[in-house]
């Protein structure tokens, strides 16, 4: 009858975001656990922006585990998508307690079809590990009923993710514990809390970067003392203060400290061996001009931080955004996008000061930045209620989106 139906099919979708790292992580303690050597913090951005959309379905007539990326199948053997999906499983059971709810059970022995997709370019250096662990693990949290502490898990899947089950301002706590149950994400405040921040990704290139950053962060622990000292003595410091910052809104020390977070998880990069550059020279580029903006007004007015990855994400406030943007146009004048130039929320346009524009823009280059995306802090994971967003149908199987 219609309960038997129901129970074949079971169908979650949530949404997740993308966050941004200010206090950079960096190292793991731990590869099989993904425990890092030092604590971070990051800002969560809006999904509006950025985001993973998942749907996981588990049906009785499914013969395998299946998954699918971006309209493409994929392994779902990747062990981490394994751990994920382990770590789930076992939190239903435990929250059954030994009740024995028939129909948990039977989803539990249910295969499961997955279906995930970014509404950005993937591997660019846009955290879209961070988005998509966090979504997996939403969606087959709420597929078997659990709501439990789920930080922990997502972490299983990407170090960063477990930062994107909150929105705001999320600290990654490094714990003590070698089994990992205290390495978690805690909120520092909500994305509510700062309304006039304001975030701006200067898209330099879409490309697949040079080094995976798992590779690159276990080198970086083997073979870079700067990368100790950090871990060790500088990071503890900077997270206390950049708490500090963010509480009392403090842009002038957050923007700070955040360059400065940036420019030193470079320098471990550098001073891993062999050298890792995930910067390159419009990079270098960009965190001049910063520089040259904040010198010209006198104070910090935007701050850069940089990923593993040459994009260049600039937080600003609110009332900055117009002019700072137009500095952004004149210095990468765009080649042939001008209207897809700004993406995002909307930007007004802003005529600048010719002082402005001869201390600031000096020698400018076409074409370099493809896009800017404005965006802002936002919530952590969403469920998805409209059953028109699902990303598969009733048969389990990738809808065709038109």
């Known amino acids: ?20 790292a200010v206090i950079k992580y960096w190292g793991k303690r731990d590869t099989d656990l993904i425990l890092p050597i030092n604590s971070s913090l ?3 951005l809006h999904q509006d922006q950025l985001r993973t959309t998942t749907t996981a379905v588990a049906s009785r007539d499914f013969t395998e585990d299946r998954l699918w990326l971006n309209g493409a199948e994929a392994d779902v053997g990747h062990p ?3 751990a994920c999906l382990r770590e789930v499983r076992r939190l239903a059971r435990k929250r059954r307690g030994g009740s024995e709810d028939a129909a948990t059970l039977s989803l539990l022995s249910y295969k499961v079809h997955i279906a995930s997709e970014n509404n950005f370019p993937t591997a660019a250096g846009l955290a879209s590990s ?7 693990v939403s969606a087959l949290a709420r597929l078997y009923g659990v709501e439990d502490e789920l930080s922990e898990v997502a972490r299983r899947g990407s170090g960063s993710a477990c930062r994107s089950m909150w929105g705001g301002f999320v600290q990654w706590q490094r714990g003590e514990r070698p089994d990992g149950t205290d390495s978690l994400a805690l909120q520092v405040a909500p994305e509510t809390h700062w309304p006039e921040l304001r975030v701006l990704v200067l898209v330099v290139s879409g490309e697949k970067k040079p080094v995976a950053s798992t590779a690159g962060m276990q080198t970086s622990v083997e073979t870079s003392p700067l990368l100790k000292h950090r871990a060790e003595v500088v990071v503890p410091e900077r997270l206390a203060q950049m708490m500090r910052h963010i509480r009392e809104r403090d842009f002038e020390g957050f923007g700070q400290l955040a360059m400065r977070d940036s420019n030193q998880f470079h320098a471990t990069c550098l001073d ?3 050298p890792l550059f995930y910067l390159n020279d419009l990079s270098r580029h960009i965190i001049a001009l910063a520089h040259r903006y ?3 007004h006198g104070h910090t007015k935007v701050a850069y931080t940089f990923d593993a990855g040459p994009n260049a994400v600039i937080f600003t406030l609110a009332d900055t955004v117009d002019e700072f943007v137009e500095v952004v146009r004149r210095s990468f004048p765009p080649a042939t996008n001008g209207d897809q130039f700004v993406r995002g929320l909307p930007v007004g346009s802003a005529t600048l000061p010719q002082e402005l524009v001869a201390a600031v823009v000096t020698e400018p ?3 370099a930045v493809q896009y800017i995306l404005h965006t802002k802090p936002g919530p952590g994971p969403q469920l998805v209620d409209d059953p028109s967003q699902h990303l598969l149908g009733a048969d389990g199987l990738p809808r065709c989106r038109a």
């Open 1 to 20: 009858g219609a309960m038997a139906a129901e129970r074949a099919l079971a169908m979650a979708t949530c949404t997740a975001p993308v966050n941004i």
């Open 42 to 44: 990051s800002v969560t």
């Open 294 to 296: 904040n010198a010209h």
């Open 80 to 82: 981490r998508v394994q």
């Open 272 to 274: 891993t061996f062999p």
């Open 130 to 136: 961070a988005a998509g662990y966090a979504c997996l």
């Open 365 to 367: 280059v076409p074409g």
